[in-house]
C-alpha cells in the first residue's frame, strides 16, 4: 500500500464513531522504516483560513483496521492532539 492510498481513507475513531480527517502524513522509524504513527490534521481555525490549531499523532499500534475506503483506529483523542 502506499502513501497515497492512505490518503485517500477517512480515519473513524471506534471509541466515540467521530470521524477524524484524513492521512496527510506518516511518522518513520529512520532506523527500522516502520511506520511509527499517522498524522491527521485536525480541524481548521477560523472559517479554515488559519491553518489547524493541532494535528492528530495516531500510533500504529492504536490501529484497530484498514479497509478498502476507512481506517479504524481506538484512541482517546485528548493523548493523540499535537499542538502546532
Known amino acids: 500500500m502506499r502513501l497515497c492510498d492512505l490518503q485517500k481513507k477517512e480515519v473513524i475513531n471506534i471509541c466515540d464513531g467521530k470521524c477524524l480527517g ?39 499500534k492504536c490501529i484497530v483496521r484498514i479497509g478498502s475506503d476507512i481506517i479504524l483506529v481506538e484512541i482517546q483523542e485528548n493523548n493523540v492532539k499535537n499542538k502546532l
Request: net charge negative; aromatic share 12%; charged share 20%.
Open 22 to 60: 484524513n492521512v496527510i502524513d506518516i511518522d518513520l522509524d529512520e532506523n527500522t522504516g516502520c511506520i511509527c504513527a499517522l498524522i491527521i490534521p485536525g480541524p481548521c481555525k477560523i472559517f479554515g483560513m488559519f491553518g489547524h490549531e493541532f494535528e492528530y499523532c495516531i500510533p500504529w
